[in-house]
């Protein structure tokens, strides 16, 4: 190894990237009491290795060899109660084009561009797909605060947060694992670059979202993941033509020391699922909305997104989003596909600080006075707010206190209702509700988490409640912010949330 190597972990902000930094020098050897823990979190089970390289890579065909040879060494001791780790295999490389700027930002650049990709079709990540991300001499990367080269030598991660979640253009996963390795150069042979390379491998397998899977919890020096407990000991491996390849020795709670990897026979057989309690929203009888008729509501000024709103809604009704709603479908309310009204436009609204009692409640009930909102028992007004507006309902305020809210006028007939607030930038809203980086994703998200709620649980302010649990059909803490793209015929692309399955048992 011609470098030594030390691993810097930041903490705080980037609890999801770990970071390898060479030429430093570590003068001690971990004991046999050393020991990953298991966290409970994920694995790559049988992870598929795309490399990203940009033009000017060094080394690129023989990094793609390294890839392909590497997939196969093993951490298979590694499996978890749930989860197998099997041998792995070389997916394809990806060529990009140049660069576009010599800095970039994890956050602000590399995580979008990853997103892009998938977004493209360029891309399409399953739970084993790892992409480790190549770039030239010259391109400097920061992430928490620390630059390439300097704070660190390369580091893997996770897009599901901040500008980079993928549940909302992905069918297939939330999660993409990936890792930076820069050029810190200039470098003789590619075996230079080969100790961070099978580091940040061997760690994404083992523990992708870093600390949440298998990873060393005692505040000692020799804490971390697979690799980062044997940093700056390397060997080299042997492949089947006769080529030697440098390799970072990883840690073994097996062998008790450093090594090459532990591989282990193990059957699908030898897995014990967890048990898992089962969970189930009740029905207490109340009324359900068997065929909706959603009346979107934009009240205010400035509504953003009107248009695709209205698409959104026109294309929810009759989409597949209801026939898996169905499930909760009553003898006497069968929930089917409903339709969309007509549009209300209330631009004539100017003010800005609104209470749900005092404002909304008392709007409705004079459309429905003027005849203007004709309501029946499969009504259900879905308000959209303008992005400068501050609501209370109940005394909470629509961001930061809830993000949405749906609710009904007991002493008027079929009056279900709920209200949602405006997520673009212009708002204060924006980036404290859903996780895309695209605020209309977010919009449609949070109205189909609503439209759910209200189709089983309409009545909510009466003492005879429907599908019934105390956070919600579509929010249950399984399925917050975990969204699903649907391709529509015409090519659009419409983001719902998921809900929870009693059938299933799941989201």
């Not at 576009?100 to 998938?118: C, G, H, M, Y």
């Not at 004079?366 to 005394?395: A, C, R, W």
Request: charged share 15%; net charge negative.
């Amino acid at each position: 190894m011609s470098t030594s190597n030390l691993l810097v972990v930041f903490q705080g902000s980037m609890e999801f990237s770990h970071a390898y930094l060479s030429q430093q020098t570590q003068t001690n050897t971990p004991s046999s009491q050393v020991k990953l823990s298991y966290n409970g979190g994920p694995v790559i089970e049988n992870v598929v290795v795309n490399p990203i390289f940009f033009n000017g890579t060094q080394y690129t065909h023989e990094l793609a060899e390294y890839y392909n040879l590497l997939a196969w060494c093993a951490v298979q001791e590694y499996a978890t109660p749930t989860q197998v780790i099997g041998l792995g295999t070389f997916g394809k490389a990806i060529v990009e084009t140049s660069v576009e700027k010599n800095a970039l930002d994890d956050i602000l650049d590399v995580q979008p561009f990853i997103r892009s990709l998938v977004e493209a079709g360029r891309i399409s990540p399953t739970t084993n797909s790892y992409y480790p991300i190549h770039y030239p001499p010259g391109i400097t990367i920061t992430m928490g605060g620390g630059t390439s080269c300097d704070a660190f030598g390369g580091y893997h991660s996770m897009l599901k947060a901040d500008y980079a979640y993928v549940a909302d253009i992905s069918a297939e996963v939330e999660y993409v694992w990936y890792a930076v390795l820069p050029n810190c150069g200039p470098f003789d042979s590619v075996n230079d670059l080969l100790d961070a390379v099978s580091h940040e491998l061997a760690e994404a397998i083992s523990d992708p979202i870093p600390g949440n899977s298998w990873y060393n919890n005692n505040p000692d020096a020799f804490n971390g993941e697979i690799g980062d407990i044997c940093v700056d000991m390397g060997t080299t491996i042997k492949d089947n033509n006769g080529n030697i390849w440098e390799t970072q020795l990883l840690w073994s709670n097996i062998a008790k020391k450093c090594t090459v990897g532990t591989r282990v026979q193990r059957k699908p057989s030898t897995v014990v699922h967890a048990a898992t309690e089962n969970f189930y929203i009740e029905n207490n009888g109340g009324p359900l909305l068997s065929n909706v008729e959603i009346t979107p509501v934009f009240y205010g000024p400035s509504i953003s997104y009107i248009s695709e709103i209205e698409a959104f809604y026109s294309w929810l009704v009759a989409s597949p989003f209801f026939d898996a709603l169905a499930e909760y479908s009553t003898d006497k309310f069968p929930i089917g596909h409903g339709k969309r009204v007509q549009s209300f436009y209330a631009s004539e609204i100017k003010y800005l600080e609104i209470d749900d009692a005092a404002d909304i409640q008392p709007f409705l009930r004079e459309k429905v006075k003027q005849g203007i909102f004709v309501p029946n028992t499969n009504s259900l007004y879905q308000i959209h707010i303008s992005p400068d507006m501050n609501l209370t309902f109940y005394g909470s305020l629509l961001c930061p206190d809830i993000c949405s809210y749906s609710s009904d006028i007991s002493a008027t007939s079929f009056l279900y209702y709920s209200v949602i607030p405006d997520l673009t930038p212009q708002s204060k809203c924006f980036n404290m509700c859903g996780l895309s980086p695209n605020p209309l994703h977010n919009t449609e998200s949070l109205a189909s988490m609503n439209v759910a709620n209200a189709v089983t649980n309409p009545a909510m302010a009466v003492s005879e409640p429907g599908w019934y649990t105390s956070t919600g059909i579509a929010s249950k803490s399984d399925c917050a912010w975990d969204d699903f793209p649907f391709h529509a015929s015409n090519s659009d692309v419409f983001v719902v949330q998921k809900f929870w399955s009693n059938r299933h048992q799941q989201v």
